[in-house]
């Protein structure tokens, strides 16, 4: 099967961007003064195509996958880690159910391609590619074929999902591993720079680290462009949230991007699509090493900094209620006009 | 009058300590990846003394009052503003109104010392000083009594509150220039580190508020206590939330702390009482000048920093959810043991 990239519109609106940013700034505060806030409601009137905003069924969903290379002790955590943590996640207890009951988005777990089957299950999405990718460093992470149909499910879910804003999270043992190595191929930076201590290595376990993910980079010197570089050494998680991502932005819905691994994938979709990045707001800047130097890349500015190294979407919903913030400042707020208050310049 | 300093316990205790940080690590997550949030976690039980946390009826102060030294031209707007803002804030139009609903604070306007009176409101809690300060490049801001007066009446305000959690915000033409001077007369600090752009200066305006402020300095060269300098320089509001604080932190109730100006409240609030640090959340760093060297002289690390400098509040209530999560998933999540997941050790 091939994946059709779906058709993105730019945000782009000289018209509507001037009288978004005349509501923003007759509002009865200094101009600029809700900083980052007033760039994120600009966006969200653009995306939106109104200078009211509105959010209806918001949606969290988690893309789970395992990682032949975890084989190798790449990660603090022993592969089987993924399997109970996508339980923990559809029993409630883990850190990401916490924070989407809190906020009310709709919880839903996608089974990309852990190494395990699952019963069925309300908050399961089946859609395994296979019982994990192949060890990268030993041959293509996936096959061109798995990789379209991961990118093509991705998109599918989105298809069938209500809602224009949906959070992006992951969770797969190693998959830091294939976000470095994602990160290096597809930027200039260096893979000592892209590899960080994922879970909590230590300095010896991060110098191992660092070795194995040398071999893999070695052993696929001929993937170059996004589609090949994922196929090589992606994830199915990952490549899955591409396809979502995309999928979303063609649909003008708002992409709440988490961490490092959902900010890879935000790397392959803009590599793939750049105005893609018109619809993405980047939640967190992660303690991953790597994750702010992928921010820097994609020129994005993260609304949080809270030194988290989690995943599975937390940082996209710790970040969400500034979202809706900056949306109700925007819809709710007076007018210098409307309040009788008088402005700077008279 | 004079105020009596409320008796303030430090939270210290060891034994909830290790209870506290034993729940935290043992959660479904990589020990120390939820960041910050843990050790907001961590003071919130060490505040209420347990290991569920709860809040209870959220408050929001606003505290408003008027500088004499408004009159020498240090604020890019008129001193008939704030009056205009409380009405703004009553009538429900400010942004600090947007966010108070979104996120079901009480919020009550306190006129501390503004230079107008006011017609009875639901909202709004009539402590006024004076009208105003006196312009302290000429006179000492407010006499003995007139602090005592704001410090009991903060005081007073707290006690007469339920809840268990408040937040702290403000608003008063000028006040950046208070905030400034105390922050510069309290610490190492220079005035021309202190001083920035408020509600938005121009180069030539900034240097000018630079010349007043250093004026008003030299005017008090024996103000050298926490309580000689808010009466040599401070504000009504600044002085009012000062006492609040003290009162708020000897009840163990949670301070969200917003900008510079509630900063410099909470500077004072330090140099009388050390341990009311310990019951406060440093919300948010603003893009005024000082601030960010405030937050570094009291060690404190905040949850936000969106480029902001609006005050009323608003950093405290952007980063309220925040406070809310760290709380709910010290909670709710699952451990390790209950959710049937490998740790990292086996």
């Known amino acids: 099967m091939t994946f059709a990239l779906p058709a993105i519109e730019p945000i782009t609106d000289v018209r509507l961007e001037a009288k978004l940013r005349h509501k923003i700034d007759h509002k009865t505060k200094p101009v600029g003064s809700l900083g980052q806030l007033e760039d ?4 969200l009137g653009l995306i939106q195509r109104s200078d009211v905003v509105s959010f209806k069924d918001p949606q969290m969903l988690v893309f789970a996958g395992d990682h032949g290379i975890a084989a190798d002790g790449v990660s603090a955590f022993p592969q089987e880690v993924t399997v109970q943590m996508v339980g923990n996640m559809l029993a409630g207890g883990a850190a990401i159910n916490v924070l989407a009951r809190q906020h009310g988005f709709h919880l839903q777990v996608v089974d990309a391609g852990v190494a395990a089957n699952f019963d069925d299950h309300p908050h399961l999405i089946k859609k395994k590619v296979a019982h994990g ?3 990268c460093t ?19 879910i989105v298809k069938s999902l209500p809602g ?3 959070a992006f999270g992951e969770m797969g043992i190693a998959n830091t591993s294939s976000a470095a190595l994602l990160l290096h191929r597809l930027t200039n930076i260096t893979l000592k720079d892209a590899t960080g201590r994922g879970t909590g290595l230590t300095d010896p376990q991060l110098l191992h680290k660092r070795k194995v993910l040398m071999l893999a980079v070695l052993r696929h010197p001929d993937a170059v462009d996004p589609l090949q570089v994922m196929a090589a050494m992606g994830g199915f998680e990952i490549a899955m949230m591409t396809g979502a991502m995309l999928q979303a932005a063609s649909q003008r819905r708002v992409i709440l991007v988490d961490g490092f691994i959902a900010g890879a994938a935000a790397l392959v979709a803009q590599g793939l699509s750049p105005q893609v990045l018109h619809y993405m707001v980047f939640c967190h800047r992660s303690a991953e090493r790597g994750h702010r130097l992928l921010l820097e890349h994609l020129k994005a500015r993260p609304l949080l900094d809270l030194d988290m190294r989690l995943g599975e979407g937390t940082g996209a919903l710790l970040a969400w209620p500034l979202v809706q913030s900056a949306a109700r400042l925007m819809n709710e707020m007076a007018s210098f006009a409307s309040a009788g208050v008088s402005n700077k310049d008279g």
Do not use: F, P, V, Y
Request: proline residues 0%.
């Open 133 to 135: 990718t192949k060890n």
């Open 40 to 43: 994120i409601a600009l966006q």
């Open 138 to 156: 030993k041959a293509a992470a996936m096959s061109g074929d798995e990789l379209h149909t991961a990118l093509q499910a991705g998109a599918d």
């Open 164 to 166: 224009n804003i949906i």
